[in-house]
C-alpha cells in the first residue's frame, strides 16, 4: 500500500468516527490535503471537542498552571503517572505535584521496580499527565512516540488523561506529521500511537460507551504562541 493510500485511509476512519464533516482540496501532488481559512489551533480545538475530549487554551504560563490545578481539583487524584518531558520540567508539573503531596509515578520511580511493581503502581494511577510530540489540526489528535520516560500507558491505563502542549507542536494534517520526520531525514519512531478523544467502544449492545479500555476523561491544556514563551 503507498503512503497516499494509508494516509487516504486513516483520514476516512477519522472522519467517519466524526459527527462533522470537513473540508478537503483534492491535489495530484497530495491527495486529500486538508485546507482551512481558520488556524490550526482553533481547527485543534474544536476537531478535538468533536471526539469526546475537552481543550483549554491558554494565553500564558499562569494561566496554564492555574487550569491544570483546576484539573487535580476536579479529579482529586492520589497517585498521577506522568512523562519525564521537557515541557512539564517548564511548568513545575513535577514540583506541582508533590507541593499537593500526590504520589508521582514515572520512569525514574519505576525503572528499579519488579515488573509486578511496576504493573501494581500503574494501575493504581488516577491521572495520567503527558505532553505529546505533534498534534493534529484537522483530527483533534495528539502524537505520542514511546521511549523510557514517554510511555505509552500514561495516556492509556489511567482513567483520566491530562495532555499539556504548545501552539507550536499543532500541525495542520497528517501530511505534515510525516513531513516532519522526512525533514529531519529521521525513519519513524518503533511505537507511534495518534490518540484521538477518549476511550470508545460499540461492543457492548451496539452502544457506544466511553472509558471502557482506556481514559473517560481526555483533558488537553495548551499554551498559545511559541515555545519561545517558556
Known sequence: MS????????????????????QTNVTSERPG???????PIDLFAQAATEVGGEVFLCDDKTALLKKVNALLDQHQPKSVFRWEHEL????????????????QCC??????Q????????????????????WAIAETG??????????ERLASLAPPVHIAIITESQILLDLYDLFDQYLAAEKSLPSNLV???????????????????????HWQ??????SKDKL
Open 33 to 39: 490535503c486538508f485546507v482551512s481559512n481558520e488556524s
Open 107 to 112: 520512569f525514574e520511580t519505576l525503572k528499579d
Open 88 to 103: 512539564l520540567s517548564e511548568f513545575k508539573i513535577p514540583e506541582l505535584l508533590s507541593e499537593r503531596e500526590i504520589t
Open 3 to 22: 503512503r497516499e493510500s494509508f494516509l487516504a485511509r486513516v483520514r476516512d476512519a477519522a472522519i467517519r468516527g466524526r459527527a462533522h464533516s470537513v
Open 194 to 216: 495518534i490518540n484521538t478523544g477518549p476511550s470508545k467502544t460499540g461492543d457492548i449492545e451496539m452502544k457506544l460507551t466511553t472509558g471502557i479500555h482506556g481514559p473517560k
Open 220 to 225: 488537553i491544556v495548551v499554551l498559545r504562541g
Open 141 to 150: 489528535s495528539l502524537v505520542l512516540c514511546a521511549k523510557p520516560g514517554q
Open 114 to 133: 519488579s515488573f509486578e511493581s511496576q504493573r501494581t503502581a500503574i494501575l493504581a494511577a488516577d491521572v495520567g499527565i503527558t505532553s505529546c510530540d
